[in-house]
């Protein structure tokens, strides 16, 4: 019987440095080639299950000298499989641009040209990484309720308040909406919804809507009736069913079609859902659990998404806070994976001298748990049983938007804003004018109260505004 080798996507739109990967390193992985971000969506759709490994070069067309595309294709990964390990390709080894990159959540970068072999070797080490990190989620999962809140890590009162959310609302039968930022953890979020219920014991089954195909969505969430469409040659359950009185965890769930949507909606409201081919009506008594990294409200409003699907869905919803909102958890957790990884890669932890810890605690992390744990990961590899300066540790991070907040630059003169703006426009087709004020606005507000640790009066003084104006516009912001 032939092994089965792990699939590696190559995304570049050079033929030669493609041909030449392909030949080398086809004899250690199942390579598949796309040469623009279209084509390698296209080509996940068609996969059985999603690539291991990716290399993605930044200048992708059609801009080939702007990496968009390549910062695009990353989070299009990870929203495919968070488990991906994607390695940047890219000319310039210091470009701000790949340490952008790392912070949307790749794992490290290629320069080149590249050496094939010690290529070869970085792949095959972070296919390692992975199987690390599935034993820590299996780990997890078999843990007692009691132990570790389920692997969340963090003494934050955000992060408690998550962590008591989640037991408050694990026995309801309603659905869950949990919300938040790529790289969070809302995934750990949903299996800890289902093992601190009374459904533990039974089947926790996830899907990523992102990954599925439109055409097939319907069979895959429902199952199909033997002859209902070209190549059903046999009956098949769905999720659905297979999930039986468990939970099905919906990820990516802004993702879902727009006529999956209304037959998602019938499901959660009387559990009635039929398979393709059938007029049989089935009952589902599993749980929905979805989860999110946009805003669907604004999905909504866009006529993106069912407004009577996401009430239906936010009958509990929870947020998850940005790593950036949980103060000093971020040493906590650098703990944590210091130890577990240098511990399962029979290396020693490194150390942050008193200079890089001051800059870890000031670092913003826009790519959150997932961007802390592959700097870890890169800080092991090469400091292992060393300590760690503020200069080696500058060269992980992501410094040059260290001073955005929300999306939004500080700038410091009205040459500074008109550069932002210009560019901003240059880069987004349509710009909501309202949108980007409120947007200032809401950045100036929390900084404020960051500031000023949360006392109004002081916040209000600090804006120029009064106290009754600051709560208005904080309570407003928190409806939308």
């Known amino acids: ?40 969506k296209s080509l996940l759709r068609q996969l059985d299950e999603p690539p291991a490994l990716a290399l993605v070069d930044l200048g992708l067309p059609p801009s080939q000298h702007k990496p968009d595309e390549g910062f695009k294709m990353i989070g299009e990964l990870l929203a495919h499989s968070p488990s991906m390990k994607i390695h940047v390709l890219s000319g310039q080894s210091d470009d701000v641009n790949v340490k952008h990159a790392l912070a949307l959540g790749a794992l490290d970068f290629i320069p080149k040209p590249c050496d094939v072999d010690k290529l070869k070797e970085l792949l095959l080490n972070s296919l390692k990484v992975q199987s ?23 003494e934050s009162l955000p992060m408690q308040t998550l962590i008591t959310q989640i037991r408050q609302f694990a026995d309801s039968p309603f659905p869950v909406l949990i919300e938040g930022e790529s790289g969070s953890g809302k995934e750990r979020v949903a299996s800890n919804f289902h093992r601190f219920s009374k459904r533990a014991k039974a089947p926790y089954l996830s899907i990523n809507c992102a990954a599925i195909s439109p055409m097939l969505a319907e069979s895959i969430l429902f199952g199909h009736a033997k002859g209902a469409f070209t190549g059903a040659n046999s009956s098949n359950t769905g999720y659905f069913e297979d999930a039986i009185e468990g939970t099905l965890f919906l990820d990516e769930i802004g993702e879902l079609p727009l006529e999956m949507q209304a037959k998602l909606l019938r499901v959660l409201e009387n559990g009635d859902y039929t398979r393709v081919g059938e007029t049989q009506v089935r009952k589902s008594k599993a749980r929905v659990v979805a989860a999110t990294n946009r805003d669907l409200r604004a999905e909504v409003r866009a006529g993106n ?50 200079k890089a810890q001051s800059r870890w605690l000031s670092y913003h992390f826009p790519g959150n748990v997932r961007e802390l744990r592959n700097i870890i990961i890169r800080l092991i590899a090469k400091y292992a049983g060393q300590t760690v300066n503020e200069v080696q540790l500058s060269a992980e991070l992501d410094l040059s938007r260290q001073n955005e907040i929300d999306g939004v630059p500080t700038v410091t003169n009205n040459g500074d804003l008109s550069g932002y703006a210009l560019q901003h426009l240059q880069n987004e087709a349509n710009v909501n004018l309202d949108q980007v004020l409120k947007s200032w ?20 003084k600090m804006l120029g505004i009064n106290r009754t104006t600051l709560y208005s516009r904080i309570q407003l912001q928190e409806e939308k």
């Open 132 to 154: 690390v990190e599935l034993s820590e989620q299996a780990q997890a999962l078999t843990e007692k309720p009691e132990d570790k809140n389920g692997g969340m890590i963090g």
């Open 305 to 354: 998404f069912r407004s009577d699907l996401y009430h239906r869905l936010s009958v509990f919803a929870v947020k998850v806070p940005p790593l950036r909102d949980l103060a000093e958890d971020s040493l906590i957790l650098l703990q944590h994976f210091n130890d577990f990884y240098a511990r399962e890669t029979g290396q020693q932890s490194f150390k942050l001298d008193a």
């Open 1 to 40: 019987m032939a092994e089965v080798r792990p699939v590696l996507i190559i995304i570049d739109d050079d033929p030669l440095i493609t041909d030449t990967l392909h030949y080398v390193l086809s004899k250690h992985f199942e390579v598949c080639v796309a040469d623009s971000r279209a084509q390698a």
């Open 441 to 460: 606005e809401k950045a100036y507000v929390e900084a404020a109260m960051k500031i000023t640790h949360g006392n109004l009066s002081q916040a209000a």
